[in-house]
T-cell receptor, first 109, second 115 residues
Framework: GQNIDQPTEMTATEGAIVQINCTYQTSGFNGLFWYQQHAGEAPTFLSY??LDGLEEKGRFSSFLSRSKGYSYLLLKELQMKDSASYLCAVMDSNYQLIWGAGTKLIIKP | GAVVSQHPSRVICKSGTSVKIECRSL??????MFWYRQFPKKSLMLMAT?????????EQGVEKDKFLINHASLTLSTLTVTSAHPEDSSFYIC???????????FGQGTRLTVV
């Protein structure tokens, strides 16, 4: 079956760095997405990886290894506003999105 | 985690016809539902936000008369694509959240093809 795994919850300190991992097993692969979702709001797009390697975008970076079925989202210089859920989603061979359950990130002062 | 069921997963329709997509929360009361559209290899585009019992709030550029959203109960929201055209072909996905919930849960998505 198809499966996306990511930690349920993580805690980090303001100003620090945190890495949120995502492993996946899907029928085919057409890219991996990371989304941020604040409580009560719609998810917002963070990154898209389809090739192996690291994509950097400001304080956020996303890494992909297709051979390992693995991605991570790296958040640097954490701010209190980064407290949110982070969703990993993989697009399979049918261009259907397979979603992880999300990682709730708690930032402490 | 909570389950959101979206139906149908795939639909092909003729140009000019209407298509209804259902989004159901199976084990919680969904006070808010979000409808998204996604083009291949692109991010989700929020179309509208609907709260149970009230009119949906549409994002700028989304035609409310073309994409009819109904959220009549706490477990069901529907998106009707009226007078569909080939350019409406896309992947539509819903997500739902409950009262005071910190996260929304996504449906599986619906791939609409208009021929």
């Amino acid at each position: 079956g198809q499966n996306i795994d990511q930690p349920t919850e993580m805690t980090a300190t303001e100003g620090a760095i945190v890495q949120i991992n995502c492993t996946y097993q899907t029928s085919g692969f057409n890219g991996l997405f990371w989304y941020q979702q604040h409580a009560g709001e719609a998810p917002t797009f963070l990154s898209y990886n389809v090739l192996d390697g690291l994509e950097e975008k400001g304080r956020f970076s996303s890494f992909l290894s297709r051979s390992k079925g693995y991605s991570y989202l790296l958040l640097k210089e954490l701010q209190m506003k980064d407290s949110a859920s982070y969703l990993c989603a993989v697009m399979d061979s049918n261009y259907q999105l397979i979603w992880g359950a999300g990682t709730k990130l708690i930032i402490k002062p | 985690g909570a389950v959101v069921s979206q139906h149908p997963s795939r639909v092909i329709c003729k140009s000019g016809t209407s298509v209804k997509i259902e989004c159901r929360s199976l084990d919680f009361q969904a006070t808010t539902m979000f409808w998204y559209r996604q083009f291949p290899k692109k991010s989700l585009m929020l179309m509208a936000t609907s709260n149970e019992g009230s009119k949906a709030t549409y994002e700028q550029g989304v035609e409310k008369d073309k994409f009819l959203i109904n959220h009549a109960s706490l477990t069901l929201s529907t998106l009707t694509v009226t007078s569909a055209h080939p350019e409406d072909s896309s992947f539509y996905i819903c997500s739902a959240s409950g009262q005071g919930a910190t996260e929304a849960f996504f449906g599986q998505g619906t791939r609409l093809t208009v021929v």
